[in-house]
């Protein structure tokens, strides 16, 4: 099955700083992989994704970037902000052409940002 | 409003006494999943359905059971419990299995004394 790594575990930044989460992926088959974050006591939510056929993607502040040959994963926040503050998870999965997934999403083990005022 | 929901949202119960986590959504997805979250292990996934009647073993069963008898319905039952399922428990649901979007509830958190 498929195997996410990511690093680091804990990020501490100055406000204003960027931010980047990097994981790893095993399944050279995984075609989809969302970011989601945890505020203190709340749900994952989404706050990005990208798929394989694209290598870089951007809402606002953050970013995505994939490598799919080295199997690699990046999550970029610029202008950081005391509200970035949480726990980021990031995920791999397979959606197959049709639309529908043989596996569901495996989760790395998360990162907590800090933002320091 | 799209929504994930679960009840209760805070548990503490006794070693062994039967108990059973409500999810329910609204979206008529076909994807629902249970996960735990533990400090340093991230999320977990517990139980998984494709489906109506559809169920199967994610990476942690042990200790756990679901049914899907309803679309919209996926109950987390813990016939006996024990101290080690203590944690932070997720429903989530979406179209597909792999997503994309799937949403979360808002966890129950649940303590076995």
């Known amino acids: 099955g498929e195997n996410v790594e990511q690093h680091p575990s804990t990020l501490s930044v100055q406000e204003g700083d960027s931010a980047v989460i990097k994981c790893t992926y095993s399944?050279?088959?995984?075609?989809?992989f969302p970011w989601y974050k945890q505020e203190l006591g709340k749900r994952p939510q989404l706050i990005i994704d990208?798929?394989?056929?694209?290598g870089e993607k951007k809402d606002q502040r953050i970013a995505v970037t994939l490598n799919k040959t080295a199997k690699h994963f990046s999550l970029h926040i610029t202008e950081t902000q005391p509200e970035d503050s949480a726990v980021y998870f990031c995920?791999?999965?397979?959606?197959?052409?049709?639309?529908?997934?043989?596996?569901?999403?495996?989760f790395g083990k998360g990162t907590h940002l800090i933002i320091q005022p | 409003e799209a929504q994930v929901t679960q009840n209760p949202r805070y548990l503490i119960t006794v070693t062994g006494k039967k108990l059973t986590v409500t999810c329910s959504q609204n979206?008529?997805?076909?994807?629902m999943s249970w996960y735990r979250q533990d400090p340093g292990l991230g999320l977990r996934q517990i139980y998984y359905?494709?489906?109506?009647?559809?169920?199967d073993k994610g990476d942690v069963p042990e200790g756990y059971k679901v049914s899907r008898k309803e679309k919209r319905n996926f109950p987390l039952i813990l016939e006996s419990p024990s101290p080690n399922q203590t944690s932070l428990y997720f429903c989530?649901?979406?179209?597909?299995?792999?997503?994309?979007?799937?949403?979360f509830g808002p966890g129950t958190r649940l303590t076995v004394l």
């Open positions: 359905s494709m489906n109506v009647e559809v169920t």
């Open positions: 399944d050279s088959a995984s075609n989809y």
């Open positions: 995920a791999a999965s397979n959606l197959e052409d049709s639309g529908g997934g043989a596996d569901g999403l495996t």
């Open positions: 979206m008529n997805h076909e994807y």
């Open positions: 989530a649901s979406s179209f597909w299995a792999g997503g994309p979007g799937q949403f």
């Open positions: 990208i798929r394989s056929n694209v």
